[in-house]
């Protein structure tokens, strides 16, 4: 007789002990979940980006003869515009497409018309109102087929959700991504324009101001004295008062002839028209209050204006060493370099300069970089610090003084 005994605690082997499988886990990488998440987002999202491109292009189209509507369809279009930035986003997250946003619209300063005119023919608005009336039909697919092959080829899964985002990837990047070089250097162009005349506009206050109160005040004193000396000298009254007024006067003259000389250097200086950058360079080093070096490399001269920003910005950079350093010397390189005229403003100072420092930095870099120029800085705690500015280098024109 066979005895048979039954072992306690059976249940507790582990499964491959006993012969069993493992039960069935949905051991699927987590950026495959993120593609199924995105293409069953697609048919909601597709729904509302479709619907909006339909109805507000329709009604602004259709109302384009009116008053309303090129301004509604101009609306319609910046809301495209945000659409595709939450498109952008989606696809980051889900994805992993990195897309650069791309550039703003351009600031007119044209007010109501120059506004709808730059969003009118916005070509990022317009692809992304492209990109909205194609996916519907994508969108259906793309659930459909994710939504099936979730309950039904499971096993392939993976390989499907990958083909189908990948065309989702071709998409935002064909139609979301920026423009290419040249419209964003467009908006550049456009924006650095808007700085270059404020610039002008600052600098046009600036002479008045100076004109206002120093010159002109000076001239109007020195007409005052002319005019009680002149009534004396009618009266008969030619005292030594007279003789006083009149070298009052004189000084007045020269007072206002040095300001003007000074406000006429502050234009362009004519050592900087006669003599080229080299010599002009030397002689706002030679105003500085700290030992400056200047070394300059240059087999010709540039263009005027090219010429006229070297001199300004070192002109600003050498009173930055004397009122803010504490610098003991300084220096300044000017070389060509291919197609680029480099300038670099070195002084042995206590650094920390920054182009949120108030010294006028920021100014500067906007200046250069309105000219495709470059502005660098390198100025630790305790100094020294070394200044580069970078502009193109422009050959003069044949009717530019030499």
């Known amino acids: ?66 008053v309303v509507g090129l301004p509604l369809l101009a609306g319609g279009l910046m809301g495209s515009r945000l659409l595709g930035r939450a498109e952008r986003a989606r696809a980051r997250a889900l994805l992993g497409v990195r897309i650069d946003e791309p550039s703003p619209l351009p600031v007119r300063r044209t007010g109501f018309f120059g506004w709808l005119w730059s969003t009118l023919k916005d070509p990022v608005a317009w692809r992304t109102t492209l990109y909205e009336f194609i996916r519907l039909p994508w969108g259906i697919a793309t659930f459909t087929v994710t939504l099936v092959s979730f309950f039904v080829l499971w096993p392939v899964l993976p390989f499907i959700t990958r083909g189908l985002t990948n065309a989702d990837r071709a998409m935002v990047r064909g139609l979301l991504s920026p423009s290419d070089e040249l419209e964003r250097r467009i908006a550049e162009l456009e924006s650095d324009r808007g700085v270059v005349v404020d610039t002008a506009a600052a600098d046009l206050r600036r002479i008045e101001r100076d004109l206002h109160d120093g010159a002109q005040a000076r001239l109007v004193n020195l007409a005052m004295g002319l005019g009680l000396a002149k009534e004396k000298l009618l009266e008969g009254q030619a005292d030594e008062s007279v003789a006083v007024m009149v070298e009052e006067a004189h000084g007045e ?104 420092g108030g010294t006028g930095m920021a100014g500067l870099a906007d200046r250069l970089g309105a000219v495709d120029g ?18 193109p280098w422009r050959n003069r024109e044949p009717g530019e003084v030499r």
């Open 1 to 66: 007789m066979t005895e048979r005994i039954t072992t306690t605690g059976a249940a507790d082997e582990p499964a491959s002990d006993t012969g069993l499988l493992p039960p069935a886990r949905l051991a699927l990488p987590s950026q495959t979940w993120k593609e199924i998440a995105h293409l069953l987002a697609n048919l909601p999202v597709s729904i509302i980006g479709f619907t909006y491109v339909v109805t507000v292009m329709s009604i602004g189209t259709g109302l384009s003869v009116t």
């Open 253 to 356: 003259v020269k007072l206002a002839l040095q300001e003007l000389r000074d406000l006429a250097r502050g234009i362009h200086p004519a050592v900087l028209t006669d003599r080229g950058l080299d010599a002009a360079l030397s002689s706002i080093a030679s105003r500085c209050t700290v030992p400056v070096k200047v070394t300059a490399d240059l087999p010709e001269r540039p263009a005027a204006a090219i010429e006229g920003i070297a001199y300004f910005t070192v002109s600003e950079l050498l009173q930055n060493v004397s009122k803010h350093s504490g610098a003991r010397s300084a220096s300044v390189d000017v070389w060509r370099a291919d197609e680029r005229l480099l300038i670099q403003v070195w002084d042995d100072g206590s650094g920390g300069a920054r182009l949120d």
């Open 374 to 391: 470059l502005f660098l800085i390198e100025s630790p705690e305790g100094g020294p610090t070394t200044i580069t500015a970078e502009l």
